[in-house]
């Protein structure tokens, strides 16, 4: 998705104003799992002209006070479309089961479940599940869903249970992409292995 966003024509990067979805707590903006870095790698440094602001999750010593700052920063800004996954437990961003339905914040401090932080093992970013953080700031799902378009982009076997439950199933936070069928304008793109289980159907 990032790639075909940075081969796309005719767009004026500098009339858009990107902000990062989620980001771990503990780790330096260099070390491989990290977020900033994948993004700046596949995306902000690959563009052919600037973005007019990119604001990436920094949570350093203080996490609390980063999420005020984005909090700040995006509450004066409309968002226009949502660039999401699903994870193996259901999460979106780092909204993992049961995720909070109802805060207005847009970005929070979360603590990640077992689910989640061996997906990310298991994905080959850390050596030992010892390794992988247990919190990070993510933004909320109500501020996900205030997008005017998401586009959902899921691939992998791994992730076609929650696919599943997310299309098919009932709208719970115990299965938060769920709450997808809620939204307007939610596009969802499935590679054959992530789809399996609609497929079949």
């Given at each position: 998705?990032?790639?075909?966003l940075?081969?796309?024509?005719?767009?004026?990067?500098s009339?858009?104003?990107?902000?990062?979805?989620?980001?771990?707590?503990?780790?330096?903006?260099d070390?491989?799992?990290?977020?900033?870095?994948?993004?700046?790698?596949?995306?902000?440094?690959?563009?052919?002209?600037?973005?007019?602001?990119?604001?990436?999750?920094?949570?350093?010593?203080?996490?609390?006070?980063?999420?005020?700052?984005?909090?700040?920063?995006i509450?004066?800004?409309?968002?226009?479309?949502?660039?999401?996954?699903?994870g193996?437990?259901?999460?979106?961003?780092?909204?993992?089961p049961?995720?909070?339905?109802?805060?207005?914040?847009?970005?929070?401090?979360?603590?990640?479940?077992?689910?989640?932080?061996?997906?990310?093992?298991?994905?080959?970013?850390?050596e030992?599940?010892?390794?992988?953080?247990?919190?990070?700031?993510?933004?909320?799902?109500?501020?996900i869903?205030?997008?005017?378009?998401?586009?959902?982009?899921?691939?992998?076997?791994?992730?076609?249970?929650?696919?599943?439950?997310?299309?098919?199933g009932?709208?719970?936070?115990?299965?938060?992409?769920?709450?997808?069928q809620?939204?307007?304008?939610?596009?969802?793109?499935?590679?054959?292995?992530?789809?399996?289980?609609?497929?079949?159907?």
């Amino acid at each position: 998705m990032l790639e075909a966003l940075v081969r796309t024509e005719d767009i004026d990067w500098s009339l858009v104003n990107a902000f990062h979805l989620d980001e771990y707590i503990g780790l330096s903006e260099d070390h491989p799992a990290s977020f900033r870095k994948y993004l700046r790698e596949r995306f902000v440094d690959r563009l052919p002209s600037k973005l007019g602001a990119f604001v990436p999750i920094s949570p350093g010593e203080d996490p609390e006070a980063e999420c005020e700052r984005l909090n700040e920063m995006i509450s004066s800004h409309g968002i226009d479309v949502a660039f999401i996954g699903i994870g193996e437990n259901g999460h979106l961003a780092f909204n993992d089961p049961p995720a909070d339905f109802e805060t207005e914040i847009p970005y929070k401090v979360v603590e990640l479940d077992d689910a989640c932080r061996r997906q990310q093992l298991g994905e080959g970013w850390f050596e030992t599940l010892g390794d992988v953080p247990t919190h990070a700031i993510s933004m909320t799902m109500r501020q996900i869903m205030s997008a005017a378009t998401i586009i959902c982009t899921v691939p992998d076997a791994r992730k076609a249970i929650a696919v599943r439950e997310a299309v098919e199933g009932p709208v719970t936070p115990e299965l938060p992409a769920s709450l997808l069928q809620e939204h307007a304008d939610c596009r969802l793109y499935l590679d054959k292995a992530a789809s399996v289980f609609l497929l079949s159907r």
